[in-house]
């Protein structure tokens, strides 16, 4: 089981950035696909980002293909989402998630373990 803390959220007006960090423990991080989704009430969860851990291979949402950016210190046991250009459609909670094996996935499904999320609102 891995132990998933976020950090970084916040209200920011639209154009702005704010980077996203989640801190992992438990389970070798380095093997370990990693996720961004993101909710808000009355949806369901959406993937946003995810990092395949060995082989360094990344996927987004089209919305947010170009402004988002996952990246991991493996030193750090720490995924990061950075974001530009922030808009108030990507106002939700951002949840972080974990796999207990490396490789792509943008189901939610497909990953065992999920903090507790951090808020992003964007005014317009």
């Known amino acids: 089981q891995v132990q998933l803390v976020e950090s970084g959220g916040g209200l920011v007006q639209a154009g702005a950035s704010l980077r996203l960090s989640c801190a992992a423990s438990?389970?070798?991080?380095?093997?370990?696909?990693m996720g961004w989704f993101r909710q808000v009430p009355g949806k369901e969860r959406e993937f946003v980002a995810c990092?395949?851990?060995?082989?360094?291979?990344?996927r987004y949402a089209d919305s947010v293909k170009g402004r988002f950016t996952i990246s991991r210190d493996n030193a750090k046991n720490t995924v990061y989402l950075q974001m530009n250009s922030l808009k108030p459609e990507d106002t939700a909670v951002y949840l972080c998630?974990?796999?207990?094996?490396?490789?792509?996935?943008?189901?939610?499904?497909?990953?065992?373990?999920w903090g507790q999320g951090t808020q992003v609102t964007v005014s317009p």
């Open positions: 438990g389970r070798t991080f380095s093997s370990s696909g």
């Open positions: 998630a974990a796999r207990p094996i490396w490789g792509i996935a943008v189901a939610a499904a497909a990953y065992n373990d």
């Open positions: 990092h395949s851990g060995i082989g360094s291979l990344t």
